[in-house]
């Protein structure tokens, strides 16, 4: 686990820092994604990406840990995760207006290509190995990107 910790040190500092600033950034347009169809949705689920980076980093650090732990706290993250993304996702689908839904299927695509990985990894990590944790890595990198995508839209898109 020596190997990994620098990249989940790096994963949780990010995923904080841009949670954070995601507070802030939603609080400054309030009314206006509060006022638009499927926005706060988005803005949580931008949220949760963070939070379950945040949380499987944070888990992947507890020193000691046997295998089982490991995978077993990535799988339930993931699970959750998938489960919340997936119900913000279709809840966001049906309130959009007709002509922007494929936007939201493109959305939902990607957020259930940052989430399932973390489930896999889990049941790899629980069966297999810790190599795993090799399917964390581009849930990682798709979560931020995906979160940084609604981020950007609740920040800077509603106020064109």
């Known amino acids: 686990m020596l190997d990994w910790s620098g990249f989940f040190e790096a994963e949780v500092g990010a995923s904080a820092a841009l949670a954070g600033l995601l507070f802030v950034g939603v609080s400054l347009n309030m009314s206006r ?40 706290e990535t799988l339930l993250v993931g699970v959750v995760a998938w489960a919340v993304v997936t119900r913000l996702e279709l809840r966001s689908l049906r309130a959009a207006d007709k ?38 890595v581009p849930a990682m990198l798709v979560s931020f990107t995906d979160a940084i995508l609604d981020a950007w839209v609740l920040l800077v898109e509603i106020n064109r």
């Open 33 to 72: 994604i509060l006022a638009l169809k499927g926005l706060a949705d988005r803005a949580l689920e931008a949220l949760v990406l963070l939070v379950v980076i945040l949380l499987i980093a944070s888990l992947q650090l507890v020193p000691g840990q046997p295998q089982l732990a490991l995978g077993s």
């Open 99 to 136: 002509q922007y839904h494929r936007l939201y299927v493109n959305n939902m695509i990607v957020g259930q290509i940052a989430v399932i990985p973390y489930i896999v990894g889990g049941l790899t990590i629980i069966v297999l190995s810790s190599d795993g944790l090799y399917l964390v």
